[in-house]
T-cell receptor, first 116, second 117 residues
């Protein structure tokens, strides 16, 4: 099992350009998440998808859109990149947090994005 | 909303010593507390987690303790090794047994642990 995979690993964009970050998981998880990590700020939730067909805003959603393509895949799109979106982006997945099943979130390796 | 404070921000120990990282949380509804290890250039890796109905959990050299009354939880690493050097994050969430209604995981700002050979 690959767990959570993310593409690309690195990306440099110019201000105003758009791009999509891809994420896929093979753990049969229901829920998927996008976080960004900035120095001194820890991990902050951008968007999440509790189950296939649903998406919701997290703590810092402005400037981003998401698509839950199917149970395995969850993409994050930057429509018009800004320097403030320079960050490391992590995708994570988990089972639905209910009942006795652990809500543990498992993270991918990250995408390092620089916007100039 | 939930606020998680983590201390210390940096910790340096000698190989073989123990390391303790402490976190406090503010929301009494939080019932799930995971700890993550993040090595340079990699994603956070879950190393241990605990539910609010458990006071302590151990996994080999790693243990987590929880004090619900005081709203704090700690990570203990014994017999530290150089490969334990990394950034460690605590987190809190009300997600266990939430019926799928709450997914938010609030993270502390991290502790850089350095184990000196």
């Amino acid at each position: 099992n690959a767990g959570v995979t993310q593409t690309p690993k690195f990306q440099v964009l110019k201000t105003g350009q758009s791009m999509t970050l891809q994420c896929a998981q093979d753990m049969n998880h229901n829920s998927m998440y996008w976080y960004r990590q900035d120095p001194g700020m820890g991990l902050r939730l951008i968007y999440y998808s509790a189950s296939e067909g649903t998406t919701d805003k997290g703590e810092v959603p402005n400037g981003y859109n998401v698509s839950r393509l199917n149970k395995r895949e969850f993409s994050l799109r930057l429509e018009s990149a800004a320097p403030s979106q320079t960050s490391v982006y992590f995708c994570a997945s988990s089972f639905i947090a209910g009942g006795s099943r652990s809500p543990a979130q498992y993270f991918g390796p990250g995408t390092r994005l620089t916007v100039t | 909303g939930e606020n998680v404070e983590q201390h210390p921000s940096t910790l340096s120990v000698q190989e073989g010593d123990s390391a303790v990282i402490k976190c406090t949380y503010s929301d009494s509804a939080s019932n799930y507390f995971p700890w993550y290890k993040q090595e340079l250039g990699k994603g956070p890796q879950l190393i241990i987690d605990i539910r609010s109905n458990v006071g302590e959990k151990k996994d080999q050299r790693i243990a987590v303790t929880l004090n619900k009354t005081a709203k704090h939880f700690s990570l203990h690493i014994t017999e530290t090794q150089p490969e334990d050097s990394a950034v460690y994050f605590c987190a809190a969430s009300p997600s266990w047994n939430s019926g799928g209604s709450n997914y938010k995981l609030t993270f502390g700002k991290g502790t850089l642990l350095t184990v000196n050979p």
